[in-house]
């Protein structure tokens, strides 16, 4: 047996950066792919923050009572269109999961935009990209709510007014949930 060349020094040497370099890169995916996660449920607990606070709460209120004594708001209809507009925009974009908005937003989504059909529908007459990122959203959240057995996918007129209800009941804009089935456990990670 002859000592190993130079020549075979190098390659083994070249060999185990080119292995080391291969973990280094997967460990980097590894952590941007952490950070992304965690980037998205700040976003989104940002988002919860925002539903749950004055003024969207008095926005919701005022649009549910105006829609239990069947006039429509024009004001608090915007509102809550746009603010549903941008969650749809962060998830077209990557910036949101689309089953993390449909555990903790579906019932206003899909009710929402069951009750704005007509509104959104003259709106796109006008103006065909309005809403679109809401609507987009709407249908996600609806093919997930079907994809999990969920009770809510087509709401009656019955749910939309039980749903608006218990926004004028509880001051709050998180009604009694008008689901009629237990969720599965979230994916939702919170970071450590």
């Known amino acids: 047996m002859s000592a190993p ?7 083994v040497f070249t060999a185990g950066l080119f292995v080391v370099g291969v973990l280094a890169l997967l460990y980097a995916r590894g952590q941007l792919r952490e950070s992304h996660n965690q980037a998205q449920i700040q ?17 919701c209120r005022i649009y549910a009572q105006n829609r239990l004594a069947g006039s429509e708001s024009s004001f608090e209809a915007d509102r809550l269109l746009d603010f549903f507009e941008t969650i749809g925009l962060l998830i077209r974009r990557g910036y949101l999961d689309a089953t993390d908005v449909w555990e903790l937003f579906a019932n206003d989504i899909i009710c929402l935009h069951e009750d704005t059909r007509s509104r ?9 990209p309005a809403y679109s990122n809401f609507v987009s959203l709407a249908e996600q959240v609806r093919d997930i709510e ?17 749903f608006w209800e218990g926004l004028t009941d509880t001051g709050a804009s998180t009604p009694k949930k008008i689901r009629r089935r237990r969720r599965r456990p979230s994916r939702f990670r919170f970071p450590r």
């Open 5 to 11: 060349s130079a020549e075979q020094w190098t390659a």
């Open 43 to 59: 976003h989104l607990m940002s988002f919860v923050k925002d539903f749950d606070s004055e003024p969207m709460t008095n926005c």
């Open 120 to 128: 959104i529908r003259d709106e796109r007459r006008e103006d065909p």
């Open 146 to 162: 079907i994809r999990n057995n969920g009770s809510l996918a087509n709401p009656t007129s019955q749910d939309l007014r039980e």
